[in-house]
C-alpha cells in the first residue's frame, strides 16, 4: 500500500509560520479526500483539517480556524497546510491520511488510510 509523505517541519518561534507539504507517487492523490493530524505526546490524535476531493470544501477544527489553511496542487500531486500565527500548543507530529470513501471529509478519523510517518512542528520561544 502506498503511503503518503508528510514534509516541511521543523522548529519556530510563536507567531511564526510553517507550511506543512503531503506528497505521493503517481497522482492519486488528486482524487480523495486529504486530512491532516497531528498528535502530541500523551494527547490523543486530532484531526485538524480536511479538504474534499475537488478542493472546493474544507473544514477546521476549531483550535486552527483562521490560523491553518488547507490547499491542494493538482499539478504537483500534493496537499499543503500553511500554519501561521504558531503557539506553543501547536506543537505535534502533524500527519496526512487521504479517504478513499464516497464520505470524504465527512468520514471517521478511521476511515482514512495511507499513513505516512509524519512531520514534527515545535514551537518554543
Known amino acids: 500500500q502506498s503511503q503518503l509523505v508528510e514534509s516541511g517541519g521543523g522548529l519556530v518561534q510563536p507567531g511564526e509560520s510553517l507550511r506543512l507539504s503531503c506528497t505521493a507517487s503517481?497522482?492519486?492523490?488528486?482524487?480523495?479526500?486529504v486530512g491532516w493530524f497531528r498528535q502530541a505526546p500523551g494527547k490523543e490524535r486530532e484531526r485538524v483539517s480536511c479538504?474534499?476531493?475537488?478542493?472546493?470544501?474544507?473544514n477546521y477544527a476549531d483550535s486552527v480556524r483562521g490560523r491553518f489553511t488547507i490547499s491542494r496542487d493538482t499539478g504537483n500531486n500534493a496537499v499543503y497546510l500553511q500554519m501561521n500565527s504558531l503557539a506553543p500548543e501547536d506543537t505535534a507530529t502533524y500527519y496526512c491520511?487521504?479517504?478513499?470513501?464516497?464520505?470524504?471529509?465527512?468520514?471517521?478519523?478511521?476511515?482514512?488510510?495511507?499513513w505516512g510517518r509524519g512531520t514534527q512542528v515545535t514551537v518554543s520561544p
Open positions: 491520511a487521504m479517504n478513499r470513501g464516497i464520505v470524504g471529509c465527512g468520514g471517521f478519523d478511521t476511515d482514512f488510510g495511507y
Open positions: 479538504i474534499s476531493d475537488s478542493g472546493r470544501s474544507t
Open positions: 503517481g497522482s492519486f492523490l488528486n482524487y480523495y479526500a
